[in-house]
């Protein structure tokens, strides 16, 4: 049933002909508001929200990280040291990029949630 139903929204919100029944369940506006609220708005806010905590985390993370690479570099380690703070900072690195693109993804998600909520059919 569930999958119907929603066969039923993503045919309707692209224009399909559906049955009577179906048509006069889903001619509400508030069916489509809802939809784009809970599968992309409220995600992608949610996202922003909690990979946005996370990237700041590993900001900080990487800042540590990388005074302690310069501070290996400084004192004039031995080699292996030197790759271990560098392989150190990269991880950070990466991980921040990470939780950056999720970030974005997130943002992109909502704005396209807001788009659909602002750009209704007549």
């Known amino acids: 049933m569930a999958e119907v139903l929603l066969c039923?929204?993503?045919?309707y919100l692209n224009?399909?002909?559906l049955s009577w029944h179906r048509k006069q369940i889903l001619r509400l506006p508030m069916a489509r508001k809802l939809l784009?609220?809970?599968?992309?708005?409220?995600?992608?806010?949610v996202g922003v929200v909690v990979?946005?905590?996370?990237?700041?985390?590993?900001?900080?993370?990487l800042q540590l990280a990388y005074q302690n690479y310069e501070a290996v570099i400084?004192?004039?380690?031995g080699l292996e040291a030197i790759?271990?703070?560098?392989a150190s900072q990269n991880i950070h690195r990466i991980n921040l990029?990470?939780?950056g693109t999720w970030t974005l993804l997130s943002a992109l998600l909502a704005a396209v949630g807001i788009h659909g909520l602002s750009t209704g059919r007549a």
């Open 8 to 11: 039923c929204v993503f045919e």
């Open 15 to 17: 224009g399909y002909r």
């Open 36 to 45: 784009l609220i809970v599968c992309a708005i409220i995600p992608g806010t």
């Open 51 to 61: 990979f946005g905590y996370y990237a700041l985390v590993d900001w900080d993370a």
């Open 74 to 77: 400084d004192q004039n380690s």
């Open 83 to 86: 790759f271990v703070a560098h």
């Open 97 to 99: 990029f990470a939780d």
